[in-house]
């Protein structure tokens, strides 16, 4: 039974950073790619960013580039995401995900794509 287990949310003010992380089992967690989403109030579940099982290929959603880092720990089957510069819309609920096959770089940011999802973590940005 595949879990993921996120953790790190919070509140922060506007421009500071948190770290989240998802902790994975049940699954062979370097042979699969790993995305993070967030959903708002009232908005659609939003991709944010993904890595490869290796960590060498990586996409982020255009909201978050230059200011999100995605990376994984093979060794401790997690990964996370690190924020800096937060905004007040970067708040939302934050998702870990994992396929249960292999995915094509341009499907990374494909929310349908993913069949296994955490409870999720909420991250406030004060303005």
């Known amino acids: 039974q595949v879990q993921l287990v996120e953790s790190g949310g919070g509140l922060v003010q506007a421009g500071g950073s948190l770290r989240l992380s998802c902790a994975a089992s049940?699954?062979?967690?370097?042979?699969?790619?790993m995305g993070w989403f967030r959903q708002a109030p009232g908005k659609e579940r939003e991709f944010v960013a993904a890595?490869?099982?290796?960590?060498?290929?990586?996409l982020y959603g255009d909201s978050v580039k230059g200011r999100f880092t995605i990376s994984r720990d093979n060794a401790k089957n997690t990964v996370y995401l690190q924020m800096n510069s937060l905004k007040f819309e970067d708040t939302a609920v934050y998702y870990c995900a994992a396929p249960s096959r292999s995915l094509r770089y341009w499907d990374y940011g494909a929310r349908e794509y993913y069949d296994y999802w955490g409870q999720g973590t909420q991250v406030t940005v004060s303005s």
């Open positions: 890595v490869n099982g290796r960590g060498s290929n990586i």
């Open positions: 049940g699954l062979t967690f370097s042979s699969y790619a």
